[in-house]
């Protein structure tokens, strides 16, 4: 077996810090310690990086028909691009079709997937539609294809939304066999009838997309669903939070001792609702729901974190180009919702979090690599430094300052959500399960790498 030694670098997990060096062999870490004593095949210096695990975006979209169109990475360009991020595994999301059964969406989804991703990918399975068969596959999907996470939508009516009712039933399925309920938090009826309104008074800019979608939309739905799963008992992972509204609800169900894990996303806590002033139509690069909020939000985010209510950092990857975007020129309801930002998770997240002294070093591992993989079962296979976790390691440079660039991304979409930023630490080198895939702006793994992640049951 090929051994791989790593010499001189800090090792960061998501609670300690150490000079270490690392032993690699064939896929796995085999040793970690102070001057380890072996003949490797390859000794690699890290003096003056971090050597943390690989990343884990636990909330992407590749390959998504949505909107009238699909957005625009797919498995094989998302994945290197999030590689090149530091970004070893993701969690995408695949989407039962209404009217048809779970097992049809796993498998459209596994299929766009294999022999694509270059990187490690597992699925949460989107329920639109709990109806008596969906009701007989929890089970097998969570014990025989490790997707063990369900995401339910509160809002998009007529095609994802699914009622209250059929929350409780997924719900109460999904408990009985250790699974984990997910949820986009808005009120989609709310959100529909200021769409309405919006349209009929003219008003069609992006901006009155974030109009349309106010915080009370955010908050009240993720109160419901708390109060829903503490009615019966169950734990909640609420995907992609925005606001202090939604957040004071978290805090609410904290009193009573309940469950409620919190995802944010990086451009929820370095932008705000500013970007929608931008001139002409530029705004439709940040139309995504929820939308983008007001600095106070992001603060209070930013305390969330502090405080231990937010507990994974995730990205939302949607892109789409802006002749996509387009589709919605006349009218914001027709842009097709998302962003591009899987490549950038981690250097911001350092760069905006660490330096700027809002996370330690610690917490910005545990937000980004360790707590997802805890949360989706697949800790300590990934997630961690430790003897026997697969070798996905990230030796991150801190010191490089570089550009945000839309020139010089990875990600299929002609625009960046981050253009002209300047960020401080850089991906230098990255191993995939033992082997080197990027280095030095380099990838150096092909199309089809990367394995399918069956996951374990919540908390096993
Ligand atoms: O605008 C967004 N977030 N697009 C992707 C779908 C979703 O709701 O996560
Ligand atoms: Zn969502
Ligand atoms: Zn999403």
Not at 37 to 55: E, K, L, M, R
Not at 87 to 105: P, V
Not at 291 to 314: C, F, S, Y
Request: overall charge neutral; charged content about 25%; aromatic content about 8%.
């Amino acid at each position: 077996m090929k051994k791989t030694l790593i010499k001189n670098g800090t090792v960061v997990t998501a609670t300690d810090t150490a000079a270490a060096d690392i032993l690699i062999e064939g896929e796995k870490i085999a040793a970690i310690g102070r001057d380890l004593f072996h003949s490797p095949d390859t000794t690699v210096d890290a003096t003056g990086c971090y050597v943390i695990p690989g990343g884990i975006d636990a909330h992407t979209h590749l390959d998504l028909p949505f909107m009238g169109t699909s957005s625009s990475d797919d498995f094989e360009t998302g994945t290197r691009a999030a590689l090149f991020g530091g970004t070893t595994s993701i969690i995408d999301f695949a989407f039962q079709t209404q009217g048809r059964s779970l097992k049809e969406g796993l498998a459209t989804w596994r299929e766009k997937a294999a022999g694509r991703a270059i990187a490690d990918y597992g699925f949460h399975i989107a329920v639109t539609d709990f109806n008596p068969t969906v009701h007989q596959e929890v089970r097998d999907l969570i014990e025989k294809d490790g997707v063990t996470s369900f995401k339910t939508f509160m809002a998009y009516k007529g095609a994802l939304m699914i009622d209250d009712k059929q929350m409780i039933g997924l719900m109460n399925e999904v408990k009985k066999w250790g699974g984990l309920v997910t949820v986009h938090a808005e009120n989609g009826d709310l959100a529909d009838s200021l769409i309405q309104q919006n349209c009929e008074a003219k008003n069609l800019a992006p901006k009155f997309h974030a109009l349309s979608r106010p915080e009370i939309v955010e908050s009240e739905a993720t109160g419901r669903a708390i109060d829903i799963a503490y009615a019966g008992g169950h734990p909640l992972y609420v995907v992609h939070m925005t606001c202090e509204g939604a957040l004071n609800r978290v805090r609410e169900a904290t009193k009573r001792n309940q469950t409620v894990l919190v995802e944010t996303c990086v451009q929820y806590l370095l932008l705000d609702d500013s970007v929608y002033e931008r001139p002409g139509f530029e705004g439709s690069k940040w139309v995504m729901s929820p939308p983008i909020r007001k600095p106070k939000d992001q603060t209070a985010l930013w305390n969330g974190i502090d405080q231990g209510l937010v507990h994974t950092v995730a990205t939302d990857h949607c892109p789409f180009c802006l002749d996509q975007k387009a589709m919605g020129k006349d009218d914001f309801s027709k842009i097709p919702n998302g962003a591009p930002g899987i490549e950038h998770r981690m250097e911001l997240m350092h760069s905006e979090g660490v330096v700027k002294n809002r996370i330690t070093l610690n917490r910005f591992v545990d937000l980004n690599c360790t707590a997802p993989a805890k949360i989706f079962g697949l800790y300590p296979k990934k997630g961690s430094l430790s003897v026997g976790s697969d070798a996905d390691i990230v030796i991150f440079d801190p010191k490089v300052q570089h550009t945000i660039s839309q020139s010089t991304h990875h990600m299929r979409c002609d625009y960046s959500a981050y253009e002209g930023w300047k960020v401080q630490g850089k991906v230098r080198t990255v191993y995939l399960r033992g082997t080197c895939a990027i280095d030095k702006g380099q990838v150096l793994i092909g199309k089809g790498f990367g394995q399918y992640l069956p996951r374990k049951k919540f908390k096993e």
